[in-house]
């Protein structure tokens, strides 16, 4: 069991909506916008470090904060532009919009890698009916506000 945890837990629960309205355009274009809801509930606690998040082997840290979340949420928005009109050639890009928060200690809290905006991008070419070579790339423009921790 991680970090001094002597039980099991019981599963985590979750409930998720989904929205989604898709056009084709007469060029081949696809859209599609989608906006969702994600309620979490019996959550496990966790830990986090508290001076250095992004230690590369946080097991060897003194600095654990346990954080024990009584459920959470997340709710965004997504907007699609994507391409795959029979040719060898496609692509798709995308931007969310999302917010995703743990209730803790009677709080809303974003959680720890919460991305608040994405802007994703794919070009993609099929050689032969057989085999794809694809190039990705994603930009995360902002995430989780920094955070103190207090006792």
């Known amino acids: ?87 060898r050639f496609g692509w798709s890009a995308s931007y969310a919009l999302a917010r995703s928060e743990e209730l803790v200690d009677g709080r809303w809290v974003p959680v720890e890698h919460d991305q608040t905006q994405t802007f994703y991008a794919d070009v993609s070419y099929i050689p032969a009916p057989t085999g794809n070579s694809a190039a990705r790339g994603s930009i995360i423009p902002a995430g989780r506000p920094p955070t103190s921790a207090t006792s």
């Open 1 to 87: 069991m991680p970090d001094g945890q002597t039980s099991l837990f019981r599963s985590e629960r979750a409930e998720q909506r989904v929205l989604s309205l898709e056009h084709r355009l007469e060029s081949g274009v696809n859209l599609r916008a989608e906006a969702y809801e994600r309620l979490s509930s019996q959550l496990h606690p966790y830990f986090l470090n508290v001076t250095d998040p992004y230690y590369v082997l946080p097991e060897t840290r003194s600095d654990l904060m346990e954080i024990d979340p009584t459920s959470g949420r997340a709710r965004g928005i997504e907007l699609v532009a994507e391409s795959r009109n029979g040719s």
